[in-house]
């Protein structure tokens, strides 16, 4: 028997009884998911910076271009937000799942960031008007729940409905 031999009739790791099979696929998949979730964080600080950075450069930076229209330099910094979250997310987070349809991506991605949007409007007005809680701590603990509500939601969202290609697809 050749050294080549002994090497390919010994059992797989998998197969050794030392080694539980159950609990090592637990921890790795545990751990692909804690990596996911960083780095769908990572995407969305820096979507937030963007969004933010934008929108104060159009209303108060050099030349204050929008400094009277603060909905239109909203509207900008979302829509620059909302893309550069979208690439992030498609090439970094979730790129074992794209598809080949960008644009139903997009389109679906876009849906539901202006619903989860919403919510922090939404859990502030419940705040401040229904259960009359108008100081400011108040308002931001309030707007702080709703993006966290927020981002549970687009998270499920997107892993439901936006990046469902199957898990390492040869071209990724």
């Avoid at 989860?116 to 809680?133: Q, R």
């Avoid at 308002?139 to 936006?162: E, H, P, Q, S």
Wanted: charged residues 15%.
């Amino acid at each position: 028997m050749s050294s080549s031999d002994e090497l390919t009739d010994s059992p797989p790791v998998s197969a050794s009884p030392l080694v539980p099979v159950a609990p090592a696929l637990r921890a790795a998949a545990l751990r692909a998911r804690a990596y996911e979730l960083a780095r769908f964080l990572s995407v969305g600080g820096v979507a937030f910076v963007v969004d933010l950075g934008l929108f104060n450069l159009l209303r108060f930076g050099p030349g204050q271009v929008l400094e009277h229209k603060p909905l239109t330099a909203k509207i900008i910094s979302l829509v620059a937000a909302t893309l550069v979250s979208w690439l992030g997310n498609r090439h970094w987070t979730f790129s074992r799942h794209r598809t080949d349809r960008r644009t139903r991506e997009l389109l679906v991605f876009a849906a539901i960031n202006i619903g989860c949007a919403a919510i922090p409007v939404l859990t502030l007005a419940f705040s401040h008007y229904v259960l009359t809680l108008t100081t400011p701590l108040a308002d931001n603990v309030a707007t702080v729940i709703g993006i966290g509500i927020g981002t549970v939601l687009r998270y499920a969202g997107y892993k439901r409905w936006v990046f469902t290609g199957a898990a390492g697809h040869p071209d990724r």
